[in-house]
């Protein structure tokens, strides 16, 4: 059995239900599976091998959702391309990947262009806008009555490659396995008990958290409901509108809804799971959440590495303060533990690294076998955060060990920050790195020591580093200092930085 199956097996049970209820129409289990097995085809008469690589560059949509199981469907492995995302950043994963084939909106054909592989545009009845292309549309089209493919992989093989860590250099493209997929699956309809009533608001991006959520609701008969517009009032109609029962999203969007003019829990009267992640949640904000929407808040912790739910926290493990700083206990098919630097496993209470094994982890790196030697070591996954896990088995995150910032549910990793920063010709030495924020989780703030006689401003800084990174990478803030300070062997004290940047947010707050 393959990932994909979960979603034919619901549409042979439950033909006539909304499966997909998107600004377009509402699309039927026995309509997506006919437009599924009919791309899926067309994927493979462009590319008969399997195991070859499928680029999506899409936001939320029916086509994206379609599309991404046609690439389950055939044996093929998902590239997610974040449309958010810099045209170098797109183009270092895709010619890392090589995908034979993308799939793209056309508004985000630039941050392709050049780039090899079969062009699909998401959208449109015909023949595609540049030289070459088509539409999912018309591919279809092209195999009516298609059947679903069959292939054979063993479970090892790769199903994803989703890609953290550098946006300069090499990146780390995490391959994740079919067995993987099959273990998230079981666990998000086990943790939060999905059904054939189940209505999911698509908030966050298909190309990051929401992607482990669409088989899990279709797997029970459940329906995606897909935004016409960004933004918190967009989730605020559907959730009021549409029956939304649960979503997925970063702490910042949860917040967002609830500063929306007059807003109240009326507002979601069919919520019952409203899963954060990406970030954390500081116990203060998880007393204002579940008192604006009720006993209905949950989370999970997991890694692209180990995708998603290596532990949960339901709602009701929110019924006691206690767990409130806690990410959750250990899911299904895994193991987690707390590891000393010598590789011993630790008792309950004490702090190590957080290391984990089983069917939910990666299978590697991509073309990465010394990053990922570092990382899979002994079966066990070394996930760079420092916790404890306490008597009851509840997982505790003190701090990382990695120097990985989380900001509005993405990743930032200050080296990428900081690389850039360097380019700019005032600039001397800089330190980049998060701090705590009540929008965003974390903040991205930097520390620049100039060249002698370098002039440059904030925002002169922040506008270099927004051309090369993108918004989401961008300094909130940067900090001038005439010498940054520095350990006994010169090395930059990035805690001190980060602590002064601290002190001087809450004196200006004060």
């Not at 391959?175 to 998000?188: H, L």
Request: hydrophobic letters at 45%; aromatic letters at 8%.
């Amino acid at each position: 059995m393959y990932p994909i199956d979960f979603f034919w097996r619901a549409a042979a049970r439950w033909p006539e239900r909304i499966a997909i209820d998107a600004p377009e129409g509402a699309l039927r289990y026995d309509a997506l599976a006919a437009r599924v097995a009919a791309l899926a085809a067309a994927l493979v008469a462009i590319d008969p091998a399997a195991q070859s690589r499928v680029g999506i560059c899409a936001r939320n949509s029916a086509e994206h959702i379609a599309a991404l199981l046609a690439v389950l469907a055939c044996g093929k492995v998902w590239v997610p391309l974040n449309p958010k995302s810099t045209r170098p950043e797109i183009r270092r994963i895709v010619d890392a990947t090589a995908p034979t084939i993308l799939v793209l909106d056309a508004d985000c054909a630039g941050l392709l262009e050049g780039a090899a592989g079969t062009r699909i545009l998401t959208h449109g009845d015909g023949a595609g806008t540049e030289p070459g292309t088509a539409t999912l549309a018309a591919l279809a089209a092209r195999h009516p009555g298609a059947p679903q493919p069959s292939f054979t992989l063993p479970d090892q093989a790769t199903q994803a490659i989703k890609f953290t860590g550098g946006t300069t250099g090499a990146p780390k493209g995490v391959m994740q396995p079919y067995r993987a997929w099959m273990a998230n699956i079981a666990n998000q309809i086990q943790a939060w008990s999905f059904d054939e009533n189940d209505r999911y608001i698509v908030a966050a991006p298909i190309t990051h958290g929401t992607s482990t959520y669409i088989l899990p609701i279709l797997a029970q008969g459940g329906c995606h409901v897909v935004l016409a517009e960004a933004g918190a009032e967009a989730v605020r109609t559907a959730f009021r509108e549409q029956g939304g029962t649960a979503c997925f999203m970063p702490p910042t969007l949860i917040y967002m809804l609830m500063a929306l003019p007059g807003a109240s829990r009326a507002d979601f009267p069919r919520l019952r799971r409203l899963i954060y992640g990406g970030a954390p949640m500081p116990p203060e904000k998880i007393r204002e959440v579940r008192s604006f929407f009720g006993p209905v808040l949950g989370t999970t912790y997991g890694q692209t590495e180990a995708p998603q739910i290596l532990t949960v926290m339901r709602p009701e493990d929110f019924e006691d303060e206690r767990n409130w700083a806690a990410v959750g206990r250990t899911g299904w098919f895994s193991d987690v533990a707390v590891m000393s630097p010598d590789g011993r496993l630790l008792p309950p209470g004490e702090v190590g690294e957080v290391v984990a094994r089983g069917d939910l982890l990666m299978s590697g790196y991509w073309r990465l076998p010394e990053k990922t030697a570092e990382t899979l070591v002994d079966g066990w996954l070394h996930t760079g955060d420092r916790g404890l896990i306490d008597e009851r088995g509840y997982l505790y995150l003190k701090d990382r060990l990695r120097d990985l910032v989380i900001t509005g549910g993405f990743n930032v990793y200050p080296v990428d920050v900081e690389n850039a920063l360097g380019q700019h010709p005032a600039v001397h030495e800089c330190t980049v790195f998060g701090i705590p924020d009540d929008k965003w989780g974390e903040a991205v703030q930097a520390a620049v020591q100039l060249r002698p006689g370098g002039q440059c401003s904030e925002a002169e800084l922040i506008a270099f580093v927004r051309e090369r990174l993108g918004p989401v990478q961008t300094p909130k803030r940067i900090h001038f200092h005439s010498s940054l300070p520095r350990s006994p062997v010169g090395k930059v004290l990035k805690s001190a930085v980060r602590e002064l940047a601290i002190t001087n947010a809450n004196a200006n707050a004060a």
